[in-house]
């Protein structure tokens, strides 16, 4: 498929691989982040990086200037806690950016837009595995603002000629079997992240919060996608918005099944051969027992298949990449 595609926030955890699976795939990609969190190490230098925040007013400008086909839209915040805490900051970086960034986009005509979403959107589903059409009753600002951003994807695809597909992200996890990229993010929450920090002596401990919740083990059970597998559904939504531009696409990204926090740690200890110091915590508010995606709408909208759905495969990838990190701190120290 021709065109160029704009990635923003391609400078983070999950666009840098959208980046790589664009790329690799022929495409050219130009990136657009304020590298407030992402790092320009982290875009591969085949793809045209930009320095400008989605909402900038001369986004237009740029869409014009590089013949922008379509926007992968990954920039935003991610951190629950600190959307209860700081509402106003994820409705700003969240929900009134990407107003800026579509407006952006229909005054340059650009006629394709994918979109970085969450199981968050669900809040605490009343059935598990969650499928697309069930109840969206989010229990934080941060699933909120992304709930009224597809909000605003079905009425601005509704009022002009531009289609989507807002992807709910699952728990990701993992980093590009090639050593490429993966999560740098300093004080990420993600449980595998924090699991191969502890593995390689960057934490002593990882907390457990809640063990009574009704699951197998009483710990929380959480569909764990490898982020490349992530990236690969990009690539899909794209080349599938283009093939049928009349159609748009809510779609869970995830595997359809489930683990629970204590099997994620027994995996880390497997793949390291290390028993890992796991503290015991209470629960933490609005955390839900069960999150597992129905995925049967992905697989039969998208030529998309899991390529790295095996949980020791992902900590093995995370843990290559977490030494990799560790290797580079050491050389920028040196």
Not at 126 to 144: F, K, L, Q, S
Not at 219 to 243: E, K, M, P
Not at 296 to 305: D, G, K, M, Q, Y
Request: include cysteine; glycine fraction near 8%; aromatic fraction near 6%.
């Amino acid at each position: 498929m021709d065109g160029t595609i704009l990635v923003t926030g391609g400078a983070g955890y999950i666009g840098s691989h959208a980046v790589l699976a664009l790329l690799d795939a022929g495409r050219e990609v130009v990136v657009v982040d304020n590298l407030v969190t992402g790092f320009a190490w982290a875009v591969d230098p085949r793809a045209t990086l930009v320095e400008m925040n989605v909402a900038d007013p001369r986004m237009s400008d740029l869409l014009r200037a590089h013949d922008i086909r379509a926007i992968m839209h990954f920039a935003g915040s991610v951190v629950v806690p600190e959307s209860v805490s700081d509402p106003l900051k994820y409705y700003e970086n969240n929900t009134a950016a990407t107003r800026a960034l579509l407006a952006s986009a229909v005054a340059a005509g650009t006629p394709h837009f994918i979109f970085s979403s969450t199981a968050a959107t669900y809040g605490t589903p009343d059935r598990v595995p969650v499928a697309e059409g069930d109840p969206t009753v989010p229990i934080n600002p941060y699933g909120m603002s992304k709930l009224m951003t597809e909000a605003m994807l079905r009425d601005v695809a509704a009022a002009h000629p531009m289609n989507y597909a807002a992807l709910r992200y699952f728990n990701v996890a993992g980093a590009d079997p090639q050593g490429r990229s993966g999560q740098s993010t300093v004080g990420a929450t993600h449980l595998i992240k924090i699991a191969v920090e502890a593995a390689t002596g960057k934490r002593n401990a990882v907390g457990v919060f809640g063990t009574d919740f009704p699951t197998r083990d009483g710990t929380g059970v959480r569909d764990y996608i490898h982020v490349s597998d992530l990236a690969a559904a990009h690539v899909a939504a794209f080349d599938q918005l283009a093939a049928e531009p009349a159609r748009s696409h809510t779609l869970n990204c995830g595997y359809g099944r489930g683990f629970s926090v204590l099997e994620v740690l027994d995996a880390v200890d497997r793949v390291t051969n290390l028993k890992l110091d796991r503290r015991l915590e209470s629960r933490r508010a609005g955390d839900p027992a069960e999150l597992i995606a129905d995925n049967r709408a992905i697989l039969a909208t998208l030529p998309w298949r899991p390529e790295r759905d095996d949980l020791d495969g992902i900590v093995r990838d995370a843990l290559a990449w977490e030494r990799r990190l560790g290797e580079r701190e050491k050389g920028r120290q040196g």
